[in-house]
């Protein structure tokens, strides 16, 4: 067990839907990191909040947005979903410093767009 | 091309074999490596962790980066059933910056 919370496991919806994921961090890490894993692209970064404030942004789509709350959880929300968004999305967390730089992924929810 | 490429495999072995999982990375700015395994369908588990170029090893695991030609390896001794699973490298710049993976090899081990 990594330490690292996620909810819900699983996720079925329809097309033009919206979600929202949620991850709580390790305690006492401030970063929270979430990636994308699909089978034609294996594990992509989406974007990073350190203490509450977006600190780098990969391939996010416009649709999707992120927020870090002042308790560290962190929240994805995917909008107009469609079916090319089913995947397996995971957060990951350390302490986003200089100090470390392995990140301990939770177990991941798995949305399908029917 | 892509910032590291890893062998997708798959790959098997019988049980007590020596596995050998590589990547390569074209980047110089990536200074951490990292091995993670991923059983079907669950969250990424790290298994090793590594900066310099060199071994690093941890029990039947042993870790190894060459930073002269970009090239990173993970040595699996006296292979397992239940080593039987994806693994993914990992690179990243360091300071909390974003991992970045190869697309993963997997491996099973059979009795």
């Known amino acids: 067990d990594s330490g690292v919370t996620q909810t819900p496991k699983h996720l079925i919806t329809a097309t033009g839907q919206r979600v929202t994921l949620r991850c709580s961090p390790r305690?006492?890490?401030?970063?929270v990191y979430w990636y994308q894993q699909s089978l034609d692209q294996g594990l992509q970064f989406l974007i990073q909040y350190y203490n509450g404030e977006e600190r780098a942004k990969g391939n996010i789509l416009e649709r999707f947005s992120a927020q870090q709350f002042p308790d560290l959880h962190s929240e994805l929300n995917l909008s107009s979903l469609e079916l090319g968004d089913s995947a397996l999305y995971f957060c990951?967390?350390?302490?986003?410093?200089?100090?470390?730089?392995?990140?301990?992924f939770g177990p991941g929810t798995r949305l399908t767009v029917l | 091309q892509k910032e590291v490429e890893q062998d997708p495999g798959p790959l098997s072995v019988p049980e007590g074999a020596i596995v050998s999982l590589n990547c390569t990375y074209s980047n110089s700015a990536f200074q951490y490596f990292m091995w993670y395994r991923q059983y079907s369908r669950k969250g990424p588990e790290l298994l090793m962790y590594?900066?310099?170029?060199g071994n690093k090893e941890d029990g039947r695991f042993t870790a190894q980066v060459d930073k002269s030609s970009k090239y990173i390896s993970l040595f699996i001794r006296d292979s397992q059933p239940s080593d039987s699973a994806t693994y993914l490298c990992?690179?990243?710049?360091?300071?909390?910056?974003?991992?970045?993976f190869g697309t993963g090899t997997q491996l099973k081990v059979e009795l």
């Open positions: 990951a967390s350390n302490a986003g410093d200089t100090s470390t730089d392995t990140q301990y």
């Open positions: 990992a690179v990243t710049r360091g300071g909390g910056n974003k991992l970045t």
């Open positions: 305690s006492g890490d401030l970063s």
């Open positions: 590594t900066y310099s170029s």
